[in-house]
């Protein structure tokens, strides 16, 4: 599964034992993500939701070829709890601005499935989480215009924002406040940041 996984630039990053199955958490493998992604059909094609449709067709290639199930936490509503699925791994947890972190991706952690596996097979270790020996939490304050902080997220100040001038920084290079922690720095390219924040900006103007 593994050696399938990363062939596509995807990894595990979590487990969860459900009524006696055990469910892998399946995301990007950091930049290598991006440059397998990119030569993909689904992100030539020019039709929506590329992302979604090449998650969807490996997973399920490789459910078929490790006699397992994929999930996914697009498709809804109803939606798999995969918010819970991720901080029961023992790998994620809430940060201090409530979004997810993990353990060695910070706040660039996404899931693009899982994949579900009959019997309670093995864990990955549970981490340490990162927050509570980050002594500067600069995430706190890294919002250029405080529309996401650790008491409140301004959806509509932060579209704004990406609206503006000074707001071209979090559409190229993703945000600020995720670009803030010191976990994962490296584990996305901008131009990932860039697509995913365009598409997020784009869907509130609908």
């Not at 509509?156 to 670009?179: I, K, N, Q, W, Y």
């Amino acid at each position: 599964m593994k050696n399938r996984l990363h062939a596509a630039g995807l990894r595990i990053l979590g487990a969860v034992h459900k009524a006696g199955s055990t469910i892998y958490l399946v995301g990007p493998d950091g930049p290598a993500f991006w440059n397998i992604f990119c030569a993909s059909p689904e992100f030539r094609d020019g039709r929506p939701d590329p992302i979604d449709r090449y998650s969807t067709r490996i997973l399920n290639d490789i459910a078929i070829a490790t006699d397992s199930e994929a999930l996914f936490p697009f498709g809804g509503p109803p939606y798999l709890p995969f918010f819970q699925w991720a901080v029961n791994s023992g790998r994620c947890f809430k940060s201090p601005i409530h979004l997810l972190i993990h353990s060695e991706l910070g706040l660039f952690a996404s899931f693009r499935g899982a994949l579900k596996c009959d019997g309670t097979l093995l864990l990955p270790a549970p981490a340490a989480r990162p927050c509570e020996s980050c002594l500067e939490k600069p995430c706190l304050g890294a919002c250029p215009v405080q529309a996401l902080t650790k008491s409140n997220y301004d959806v509509a100040a932060c579209h704004v924002f990406l609206d503006s001038e000074p707001g071209a920084a979090c559409m190229t290079r993703g945000c600020a406040v995720r670009r803030a922690c010191p976990i994962g720095q490296n584990e996305r390219l901008a131009a990932q940041s860039a697509f995913h924040m365009k598409s997020f900006h784009k869907g509130a103007a609908k």
